[in-house]
């Protein structure tokens, strides 16, 4: 790599990037191109002789631009944020610039010593409990997403039930979640070899604002043992997917420990939010889970991929996933002086992803980081405030953080409840190009998500939203 061509290209894509964002707004937040477009503007082989830098950013603007949903849009309200930021851009291109594959400590000593050390300020942040520090019998580990996390303790939580009873149980494993909870529980679970019929995800309803219900968990868990099945892995979620519920951390604790059960806390969207005091309550109870894990890159600055993952046992993780070939052994790893990440994730290799999350907390510290959420918190309660002024919606579920579930009402001799006008609802508002939101069903209804997140909104961006969903939702009412 030529130093001064890659300082001349470099600056070139910095340019095209801050380009891009400076005209963001433009371009519809949801691409309108159709499936197969980009086929039809390529060729069908690739070149033989080197092209130049800026043809191909002119391909970018032309071809590329009109097929990307713009994540970073501040008109941006779908699925949970993914959160880009300055700091986490120049670490993502620290890390691509360095180019290291720090599987183990000695293949660059500063990727895991960096890690180790970030992954202890949050969970210093977060008051995670001492076993979950690496100066205790636990640690963190950074992970690609909160899948991965999912699946790598399910896998740990597995082969220590497995050592105490035996291989042949197996078929037997239960795993509990509730029906809110991510669908990575099930993937999981597919590819640790475990039964897919008992992977039990227990039936939430409004009546505890869709969070699992100790109760109901009991009933199951014993219903299971009377059959001779035998519990194992209980996941609970600060913050779900659909409607952003928080699971009772406490009460499932309690039954998890009595079952001798791996407890897992998935607050891969929510556990953000509680680096601030008014919102750590949420997590109350983490103190007697075995691992739990959050997503920088969703809601942090941080640039995807950025998933953290703490267990209070990493011995758990490393019986799971370590391998030892020999010619990865070096004096170091055999005298078990230092962290070797291989040993807690499912592949070799890893990117240095710890530089981005180091260089957000370094450039916003913990308070500018509070004060990036609050904002979306508080615009969230806005949009929720215009919601409840408008009798022809109803919010459907308790907004906690920056989500806000809510429904158009149909009128009264409505065969779905309403969910076709729902659905023609959202297709409508997200043709326009001008918005992006996406849905959920919840007790068999058509719900409406309105996720605040992207770090370019303002308050601005949503009311505007509203005027177009109040205006469309005009429309519609007066089409039936």
């Not at 991965?148 to 497995?162: G, H, M, P, T």
């Not at 002086?337 to 992803?353: E, N, S």
Request: proline letters at 5%.
């Amino acid at each position: 790599m030529d130093a001064e061509q890659l300082r001349e290209h470099a600056h070139k894509m910095v340019d095209f990037i801050a380009d891009y964002y400076k005209s963001i707004e433009n371009f519809p937040v949801l691409s309108q191109v159709q499936p197969g477009y980009l086929g039809k503007l390529l060729p069908d082989s690739a070149p033989t002789y080197p092209d130049s830098l800026q043809n191909v950013l002119d391909d970018v603007q032309e071809k590329i631009l009109p097929g990307v949903t713009h994540w970073q849009s501040p008109n941006y309200f779908a699925y949970f944020p993914s959160n880009s930021s300055i700091a986490g851009f120049l670490g993502e291109m620290l890390s691509a610039g360095l180019n290291i594959v720090g599987f183990s400590w000695i293949t660059s000593p500063a990727a895991t010593e960096l890690e180790t050390i970030v992954l202890d300020w949050l969970a210093k942040a977060l008051e995670l409990p001492h076993d979950f520090h690496s100066t205790g019998l636990g640690g963190g580990v950074i992970q690609g997403t909160a899948s991965e996390a999912e699946l790598v303790v399910l896998l740990a939580a597995r082969d220590k039930i497995l050592r105490r009873v035996g291989s042949s149980a197996l078929p037997k494993l239960v795993t509990y979640a509730s029906d809110q909870t991510h669908s990575a529980l099930q993937k999981a679970c597919q590819i640790g070899g475990l039964n897919p019929e008992l992977c039990r995800l227990l039936k939430t309803d409004c009546s505890t604002n869709f969070a699992l219900s100790p109760d109901v968990l009991s009933e199951a868990i014993s219903s299971d043992i009377a059959s001779d099945l035998i519990p194992f892995f209980l996941c609970a979620t600060v913050g779900t997917t659909s409607s952003t519920a928080v699971d009772p951390l406490l009460a499932l604790a309690k039954i998890a420990k009595v079952n001798n059960m791996w407890f897992h806390v998935d607050a891969a969207y929510a556990g953000s939010a509680c680096i601030c005091p008014e919102y750590h309550h949420h997590i109350d109870g983490v103190e007697e889970a075995d691992s739990f894990n959050m997503n920088a890159h969703k809601w942090f600055l941080t640039n995807f991929d950025c998933s953290l993952l703490w267990v209070k046992d990493r011995s758990a993780l490393i019986q799971s996933l370590s391998t030892n070939p020999e010619y990865l052994k070096n004096k170091v790893s055999e005298g078990n002086m230092v962290i070797d990440y291989k040993d807690w994730q499912i592949p070799l290799g890893r990117r240095f992803r710890s530089l981005k999350l180091w260089m957000v907390l370094r450039l916003y510290g913990l308070e500018g980081l509070r004060s990036h959420i609050r904002n979306h918190i508080a615009m969230a309660a806005y949009f929720e405030e215009l919601v409840g002024q408008d009798t022809r919606f109803k919010v459907v579920a308790p907004r906690t953080f920056s989500l806000v579930c809510f429904r158009l009402l149909p009128p009264l001799n409505s065969e779905d409840h309403g969910n076709k006008l729902n659905r023609d609802l959202l297709e409508s508002v997200n043709a326009t190009g001008n918005v992006f939101i996406t849905h959920t069903v919840l007790s068999g209804e058509y719900i409406l998500r309105f996720a605040v997140g992207a770090p370019l909104t303002e308050m601005r961006h949503v009311k505007v939203a509203w005027q177009i969903l109040q205006d469309k939702a005009t429309a519609l009412l007066e089409s039936l």
